[in-house]
């Protein structure tokens, strides 16, 4: 895209809005998930420690840890509904 397209983006009042909009949330999701004693739980209820002063302990990670219950509770789902006919390729990535 380029130096110049790349600026131009970054000035869009509607994308800014939505990047805005995309970073306070996942915030307020990530906080929805942690639990008293400092654990963030996702849907399977497996429980990832926060690391406290770590580099990688960013909203990132721990949004990464919800998603990936959410993702692998639909593969569930999906897995029951059509059993051994399923054909599926995955990549994770």
Do not use: W
């Amino acid at each position: 895209m380029g130096y110049e397209a790349l600026v131009k983006i970054k000035k869009d009042k509607l994308l800014k809005g939505i990047y805005s909009e995309i970073t306070n949330n996942r915030k307020v999701i990530v906080e929805k998930h942690r639990n008293s004693n400092g654990l963030m739980t996702n849907i399977l209820e497996k429980e990832q420690p926060l690391k406290k002063g770590k580099k990688n302990n960013k909203v990132g990670s721990e949004l990464a840890h919800i998603q990936f219950g959410i993702e692998s509770k639909i593969m569930s789902v999906v897995n029951q509904c059509i059993g051994e006919e399923m054909k599926l390729m995955i990549f994770d990535g």
